[in-house]
């Protein structure tokens, strides 16, 4: 497989707003994102599990990408499509993609398969250094933990979906929090606390 090539002249780079709008989807792709957000709303600030992304969430600088493909090529070109979007775009207007699958992901295996094909081509393109993957299922399950272990919960999503970060943006947030690895620590503690029944309620598909 080649390299996968990006334009990144600054020259070129978008600069109007961007803002994400859910109305120019179809009925059923507004449904994704409703439920998203409503999964972001309540799990990820309401519980704080990102210190980080209530201000771009707030701000409306998050962008929403759906992917109904299930062929290689054809995801591939979604993959490479929104980092294009992303890369080519001003921060201000959008600082983070959520790309959300709909079909074929369903299994907890094949979605790590294909995240691990997206970070092989994320690296082939030298982009490891601007952008990082972050990982969530509906199933989302870490390695060596029990099954019925709450901590799964906080990479459960409604939707596999696959976020894009960029690099120099995590770097500036990181370098305020003394104990950057503490925030899982603390997001475990937090799950353990409110209980299985209203985490479940709040999470209905990662049962």
Known sequence: MGRTCFKRDKHERIHRINKFDPKTLSIAHQDVVKNTRRWLEQMVVGLNLCPFASNV?????????????????????????????LLGTNENDIATSLLLFTQGLEDFGDYLALLDWFQQLLEQAELTEHVQLASFHPQYQFEGVAVDDLSHYTNRSPYPTIHLLRQDQMAKVLAHVPDPEKIYIDNIKTLNKIGRRQVEALCPWGK
């Open 57 to 85: 969430i707030a701000r409306d600088q998050v962008h929403y990408a759906i992917c109904d493909a299930t062929t290689d090529a054809q995801l591939k070109q979604f993959f490479v499509n929104e980092l294009q979007r």
